[in-house]
């Protein structure tokens, strides 16, 4: 359907729109879904995004005059992702996909069993939050590239200390060696926690924030949640076994 045809057609029938920045946002954690069981894109409340009970990325529409989905959804909407202009969920349970100037509605996905994203938003609980500024080009330096590839045979402990109002990585490759790295100061310099991270997952973060400040939340213990912001975005990694 044509975009004036379908503005025509649909004036007032939407509870949540994204725009471009939001759709090119998704775009970057859409790698989630990919190697994920749930491969769509979901939808509840305000928020859409995705997980893989691992890690959660979500956008946040920012109308205020919109209400927003009230039922949990799913849509296979991934390839459309990568050229979509707009999207628009629509009252009667519908995604409106924009590709240049044609729009296509797609139903939702049936019969998957979908986390509500938007309570794992709004309802985790943490013990510190702060203003994080990156101090390593994330994409450059050697110690982090080694780091995020390690796995399989070659695992050695790699652990995120919040300390000091900074966080540092500190890794052990065997029992005479250890690596050290600074990778963001904090604002806060009462944060204090050693936590285990995946590191891809985490590097998936500073690709997009791109060195630029956000915030960070921590909870109260190593087996509590890790959440990544700015604006209307979110990414929340849950930790892994801390070895000691």
Known sequence: MNITE??????GKQVLVLRKDDIKTLNHFASIAKSGELKGLIVVGKYAGFTDTYRLATVKDTHEELAGSDTIRIYNI???????NSIAVLKDGKIAVQIEMEVTEYEPM??????NISKVVED???????GAYPVINFTEDIVWKMLKTVSGSEYFTRFFNFE???????????DESKLFLEIMELDNSKASLKTA???KYVDLWFKWIKGNKFNIATGKNNRSAVKFSK??????????????
């Open 6 to 11: 379908y503005k025509s057609k649909n004036e």
């Open 110 to 115: 049936e019969d998957i069993k979908v986390p």
């Open 197 to 199: 991270l995946n590191f």
């Open 78 to 84: 991934l390839d459309d992702l990568k050229k979509a």
């Open 231 to 244: 604006d209307n975005t979110n990414y929340i990694i849950m930790p892994l076994a801390l070895r000691s």
């Open 164 to 174: 000091n109002g900074k966080v540092t990585v500190e890794a052990y490759p065997n």
């Open 124 to 130: 985790l609980e943490y013990e510190s939050y702060s």
